[in-house]
């Protein structure tokens, strides 16, 4: 199997949409289910915290970038293993008040509720990724090798 590196931006929108849909809805029913919460809210929760990721990734790596410019280091696999930290951490913070609020819950609970998010979405994002990559292969990727 080869994996397409050149993916159209249709294409890369199209990913990144599964990705979110699919994530959201597993992390709202699960949410809802564990915390035997409404669907309603585990599900604005999911939303809510997916659009603050992405707001706090744009925000944080734009920071990171400048950090980068302004000090000359490399990202050796160190400097990114602190970035993946200080991007899980600053979400986590950012987060916790929302989950406090939305699910009426103590600081503690929220915190392990975040937690629960990021522990979730690691292996979610791998097997996520090469489940796509494997029927793109099979639904794209073969026709073009056959061609």
Known sequence: MEIELNKSIKERIFH?????VIANVIIA???AWLMNVSILQSGSLSV???LTATAWNFVFNKLFDSLQKKHQFQRTFLVRAIHAVGFETGLIVTLIPVAM????LTMTEAFFVEIGLVLFFLP???????LYDYLRWIFVGRKRVAM
């Open 48 to 50: 809510i915290s997916a």
């Open 16 to 20: 990144a949409v599964i990705f979110e």
């Open 29 to 31: 029913l699960s949410l």
């Open 124 to 130: 979610y994002t791998m097997l996520f990724n090469w």
């Open 101 to 104: 609020i939305m699910l009426d």
